[in-house]
């Protein structure tokens, strides 16, 4: 029943900014602590950000400084925006639920695709 669908990748310069949005349903989204992640080229998948039901904030250290989570919980939607984009930011975000432990939730979307151009 958990959909999780995200949106607003694309291909943007070093230096430029891009929003992505998460539009999620199936799950009592108020109470669920949020996060997103991403997977670059040949790599693992990586937390990035998370924020609590409660509007805490976690930033992994790649992109603290430059990225910023937040949630609207009256529309089921957790966003990232991304400024100052560096080549290596370059991946496939998703976003997903975090579950009590700090793990992510077993229902994955498709993701969007961020490429950051030199």
């Known amino acids: 029943q958990v959909q999780l669908v995200e949106s607003g990748g694309g291909l943007v310069q070093a230096g430029g900014s891009l929003r992505l949005s998460c539009a999620a349903s199936g799950f009592r989204f108020r109470l669920a602590g949020l996060g997103w992640y991403r997977q670059a080229p040949g790599k693992q998948r990586d937390f990035v950000a998370s924020i609590t039901n409660d509007g805490s904030r976690l930033y992994a250290d790649s992109v603290k400084g430059r990225f910023t989570i937040s949630r609207n919980n009256a529309e089921s939607t957790v966003y990232l925006q991304m400024e100052s984009l560096k080549p290596e930011d370059t991946a496939v975000y998703y976003c997903?639920?975090?579950?009590?432990?700090?793990?992510?939730?077993?229902?994955w979307g498709k993701g969007t695709l961020v490429t950051v151009s030199v």
């Open positions: 997903n639920i975090i579950r009590s432990g700090a793990s992510p939730g077993d229902y």
